[in-house]
């Protein structure tokens, strides 16, 4: 059962207002069909697309046969090893006005793919800079983490592993819909809150009326 979200409770990153808290990926699916009906199950608000992916200088267009107009768009520089690459990828997105909201990847290591700390943050800078609404894709770094809000990173995105680690899911659209129904737990549980705090046990059930009493 979906969360319904009201006004107040919607989450709000750089001006982008999202009903769903799940921002859902579009790329490594093996088709596009599998893709359209994990879009369907998550429901997602926002997704987020590799901007090499959509051919902005010619080519074919990978995601094509996906209706994008139904979501708020995250691009993201996938690809880029350098700086200069990332910001080069951004400014394509925003000529292309896709958004200028911008999913900074840097990678630093082609074989783990973990992203490069140094030049996620001077992109980051730069881009902010340049009026982009940015999203860095940084480590599980709390220290990096705060220089990249320091340098005006509307949100920052640690990866929980590195890309592509997984072994393998058997049913994507359930797996999406798995992901949406736990991202709306998590937040139905947030909002119910906690309990007043006690340091001693308090007894669930009054001893008058047990029996020997």
Known sequence: MALTTSAADRLEIGGAVLESRLI????????????????????????????????????????????????????????????????????????ASLSDLIKVEVIGDERTLLPDPAA??????????????????????????????????????????????????QNPPEMARAFAEAVAAGRRAHLAGRASISLEAVASSPRPGMVGS
């Open 24 to 95: 859902h990926g579009t790329g490594r699916f093996p088709s596009d069909a599998v893709l359209r009906e994990c879009l369907e199950a998550a429901r997602p608000t926002m997704i987020t697309l590799a901007i090499r992916r959509l051919a902005l200088e010619g080519g074919r267009n990978e995601l094509e046969a996906i209706d994008l107009s139904g979501y708020t768009l995250l691009p993201n520089t996938a690809g880029a090893t350098t700086v200069d690459q990332a910001v080069r990828l951004a400014r394509l997105a925003r000529a």
């Open 120 to 169: 996620t943050l001077e992109a980051t800078r730069r881009l902010v800079d340049d009026g982009f609404t940015v999203l860095p894709y940084c480590s599980d770094d709390v220290v990096l983490a705060l220089r990249l809000e320091e340098a005006g990173a509307a949100a920052v995105m640690p990866g929980a592993a590195p890309i592509g680690t997984t072994l393998g899911i």
